[in-house]
Nanobody
């Protein structure tokens, strides 16, 4: 069983930064692709960033140049560094994991991920 726990959300001023952390436990290893998704009320969950086992990142157009995804396989942890935050970045952020090796824009597809965290709220004002 795989468990994912997010942390690092909160309230941030526009233009500020925040760092989200997703700690994995259980049977999750360096071969898993990992991703960050976000959702606002009334909207579908959307892919924000993903990173494959080779540490190749993929980003949604809306966050390119502002967000950075990284991973520490020794800690089974993935990070999302968010800079130059905008009010439209306000959402519940979820981390996800899959045993699939996914590259490119496909890595931002929600349906390809098996394991999900409970989410952490980020509010930008």
């Amino acid at each position: 069983q795989v468990q994912l726990v997010e942390s690092g959300g909160g309230s941030v001023q526009a233009g500020g930064s925040a760092r989200l952390t997703c700690v994995g436990s259980g049977y999750i290893n360096r071969r898993y692709s990992r991703g960050w998704f976000r959702q606002t009320p009334g909207k579908e969950r959307e892919g924000v960033a993903a990173i494959d086992s080779g540490r190749t990142p993929s980003y949604a157009e809306a966050v390119k140049g502002r967000f950075t995804i990284s991973r520490d396989n020794t800690k089974k942890t993935v990070y999302l560094q968010m800079n130059s935050l905008k009010p439209e970045d306000t959402a519940m952020y979820y981390c996800a994991a899959t045993r699939l090796s996914i590259l490119g824009t496909s890595s931002l597809k929600e349906s390809l991920y098996t394991y999900w965290g409970q989410g952490t709220q980020v509010t930008v004002s």
